[in-house]
């Protein structure tokens, strides 16, 4: 079924035909009680309908195997959140020999349900009602980032043209979603400092209910988050962009009640169902290894004590070998922080470690960094409902402990993060805190971990211990990037070509992305 499904996705939304796809789409679209193009256009109806999908695709949150295929089956595993109890079997990301049909899911969805809609809202809005063409930049951004940070290259200047769709190099896009950025904050700011009231009410499915001053903080902080992201391949532009976000007269996050998050339609959440329903998800060994030996008062919060060995967290490595397929079922599922149907796309948490690792290499972040880092703890603790910030901030002797494996002693390793909670005294050292706690903060989200983790190396994950690449991807690095979709090299070849050609190596899960590089954190 899901293969079918990807297949007449890929068919009719290729990068190819999404044009042609969608032209249809006013008569598609008539009021069958008789509502002229002029009255849809005064209520905004021909703009609203096609930014809504975002909301549910940029993070799945309504339909559970697309959320597996998405993002569960590669990058939460990658991070070292979380892992399959259950042994897949043949083809198997977990053991990097990697599957292009699961590894497909994220392009098309994307570019389906997202980026095609939105291209539709540019030619609608652009220069004309230009609040919702800035609207429908801001979320652009935030799912083309997430689209860049997996595949590398990516089609996104060229998405609507004629021909073939060309492919942008991952430093192209970068630029390109800064100069988006620009006009989306130009244009709300604009509009807050008016006091024009707001037209995105009825349409925004996040907590921010259509205000303009939130997404221009949104706005702010995905900047920020990209800045830092090209912090070592283009430090001085990192720096330029970082400062610009934080300047700005409405700024970043600043308390909880600026972060962004969306409650799934169904009122489900897809990584629970997972866990529990289909008792295919449970805690990494890196959560174990990093919160239990913290002490960590959020663990109870993302996770359940398994009942394999009651009253105690355990946790599964990925890339292991399963004794048999059911080995783990019973270790540690998913808690409280993943039972509600909300979905946080980011947090006031991430944004104070962004200013704490900008200050640490000496960016004007508005704050020292170690007040900076001190904060963002403070904030995912007050996030997660949880207590004891002060004591655990403090905290300069707990350190992450070793794994040790109930069932198969083969799968034990001692811990490879070292550092304690409380601030320290390098920078290097000091950023590995940093990270780490993010890493923390950040949960569930693995797409935004792994991407840090590939940066900066932090936090010190387990190595897998079956490698199945055949050579092609190394234990010690891991996979860096997805290789381009099916649906391209079959319905996209030229495209696909323009992107090798810009992504710096080979199209496998083994070559760096460009700002993926092989030097010192500082």
Not at 243 to 256: Q, R
Not at 277 to 289: F, N
Not at 379 to 390: E, I, K, Y
Request: hydrophobic share 35%; aromatic share 12%.
């Amino acid at each position: 079924m899901t293969l079918n499904i990807i297949k007449r996705t890929a068919i009719c939304f290729s990068l190819l035909t999404a044009i042609s796809c969608t032209d249809n789409f006013d008569e598609m679209n008539q009021n069958p009680v008789g509502a002229t193009t002029p009255d849809l256009e005064q209520n905004f109806n021909n703009i609203k309908g096609l930014i809504k999908p975002a909301f549910t695709r940029l993070y799945i949150s309504d339909v559970t195997w697309q959320y597996q295929l998405q993002q569960s089956l590669q990058a939460d595993g990658w991070s070292g959140y979380m892992t399959s109890p259950n042994e897949f079997g043949g083809i198997n990301n977990h053991s990097y020999n990697l599957n292009p049909a699961w590894n497909t899911y994220a392009w098309d969805d994307a570019y389906v349900n997202i980026i095609a809609n939105l291209y539709k809202v540019e030619q609608r809005a652009k220069g004309k009602y230009d609040e919702f063409y800035a609207w429908s930049l801001i979320i652009k951004v935030a799912t083309m980032q997430r689209i860049t940070d997996m595949y590398g290259p990516a089609v996104y200047s060229k998405f609507g043209g004629e021909g073939l769709a060309t492919y942008d190099s991952q430093q192209q896009i970068y630029t390109q979603m800064f100069k988006d950025l620009d006009f989306a904050v130009t244009d709300l700011s604009a509009r807050v400092a008016s006091g024009e009231l707001s037209k995105f009410t009825e349409t925004d499915q996040s907590n921010y209910a259509g205000n303009y001053t939130q997404w221009v903080k949104y706005a702010n902080s995905l900047r920020l988050r990209l800045a830092m992201r090209i912090s070592k391949v283009d430090p001085a532009l990192a720096k330029t962009e970082a400062e610009k976000a934080v300047s700005h007269s409405i700024g970043v996050f600043k308390i909880n009640n600026d972060l962004i998050k969306i409650k799934s339609p169904l009122d489900l959440n897809v990584i629970d169902v997972m866990s529990h329903v289909w008792v295919g998800l449970s805690m990494g060994a890196d959560m174990e290894s990093i919160l239990v030996g913290y002490d960590d008062p959020r663990l109870a919060k993302y996770w359940e004590p398994s009942t394999q060995v009651p009253g105690e967290y355990r946790g599964v490595r990925t890339g292991i070998v399963y004794p048999t397929p059911s080995t783990y079922a019973n270790f540690s599922r998913t808690g409280d922080r993943t039972k509600t149907g909300e979905v946080t796309w980011m947090s006031t948490a991430e944004v104070y470690f962004l200013r704490a690792e900008g200050a640490l290499r000496g960016w004007n972040m508005d704050g020292a960094a170690k007040d900076l880092y001190e904060a963002g703890i403070k904030a995912s603790f007050d996030q997660n409902g949880a207590d004891g910030a002060a004591a655990y901030i403090a905290d300069n002797v707990k350190v992450a402990k070793d794994y040790v494996d109930p069932i198969n002693a083969v799968n034990n390793a001692p811990a490879v993060s070292k550092v304690t909670v409380a601030w320290g005294a390098t920078n290097e050292i000091n950023l590995e805190k940093i990270i780490t706690q993010k890493w923390i903060a950040t949960y569930p989200d693995g797409q935004e971990a792994w991407s840090e983790y590939r940066r900066t190396g932090y936090p010190k994950l387990f190595r897998i211990t079956n490698n199945k690449s055949g050579g092609i991807i190394s234990t010690e690095l891991g996979v860096r990037r997805l290789p381009f979709a099916q649906s391209e090299t079959t319905n996209n070849p030229k495209g696909v070509e323009s992107g090798v050609a810009v992504l710096g190596g080979p199209d496998n899960g083994a070559t760096r992305l460009w700002w993926d590089v092989d030097k010192a954190n500082f």
